[in-house]
């Protein structure tokens, strides 16, 4: 497995948890939309602690970019990320699967699952494609929301925020389930790109099955 060593050339906070990085790109380093490696942190203790994360910038820009969930209630890795600065090193692997993109369709997000969408919903408005796309996108508080004013710009009256932990008159205050789903979609004959935590993908996969999706019409992480 080939490894890179990157710097980071600049970090901020875009949610009150999570960071975006933007690090150096290895030359001949590509990928395409909706897939990750497998990062590393370039220091004494941490170099073998490698976590995969989703690319979310597009391929054709100069640096690499991930938005990374920081849990700092307990010694990992993204409490480690939590501390870095300009400056610092990370280690990159190799490009995999992840999230592939099919055709148009229905994408279903629950917090930072969001990521692996990113990358793909920023290509596909760039080159005017993103007609025919929907975004249903789950979190806890208006606070958790990940690019908040950038999926509305692409996405308009194609985008569906929902909030499970706080009631907002802006949004739809509701667990996405069989009922939600029901009730937001018409056409369970289309794709569907699912991305969450783990009951997260098995509630919405085994919703939509009931509802009439083809099984090879849901499409997760690989």
């Known amino acids: 497995m ?5 710097k ?5 906070w ?6 975006k990085f933007r690090v150096e790109k290895p030359k001949g380093y590509s990928f395409t939309p909706g897939q ?8 004494e203790g941490w170099k073998e602690e490698r976590r995969p994360f989703t690319f979310t910038a597009l391929n054709e820009e100069p640096e690499l970019e991930f938005m990374i969930k920081i849990y700092g209630d ?13 400056g610092d090193e990370l ?28 990358a793909i919903l920023r290509s596909l408005y760039k080159e005017g494609k993103i007609d025919g796309n929907r975004l249903i996108f789950s979190n806890k508080t208006s606070q958790d929301i990940i690019l908040r004013e950038e999926f509305n710009k692409m996405l308009g009256d194609r985008l569906i925020n929902t909030l499970t932990d706080e009631d907002h008159k802006d949004y739809d205050n ?3 389930d069989k009922d939600f789903l029901k009730e937001k979609i018409t056409d369970f ?34």
């Open 2 to 6: 080939d490894e890179y060593i990157v």
């Open 8 to 12: 980071i050339n600049r970090i901020e």
């Open 14 to 19: 875009i949610t009150h948890n999570v960071r």
């Open 36 to 43: 990750a490696t497998e990062v590393a942190i370039n220091k």
């Open 74 to 86: 307990h010694n990992g890795v993204t409490k480690q990320l939590g501390k870095l600065k300009k």
């Open 91 to 118: 280690l990159l692997h190799d490009v995999w699967g992840a999230i592939h993109y099919k055709g148009p369709g229905i994408f279903l997000a629950g917090g930072a699952g969001i990521t692996p969408f990113i």
């Open 174 to 176: 509701r667990r996405i």
């Open 189 to 222: 004959k289309q794709h569907f790109y699912v991305c969450g935590p783990p009951s997260f993908v098995e509630d919405i996969s085994w919703s939509l099955k009931q509802l009439g999706s083809n099984p090879d019409s849901i499409v997760l992480e690989d």
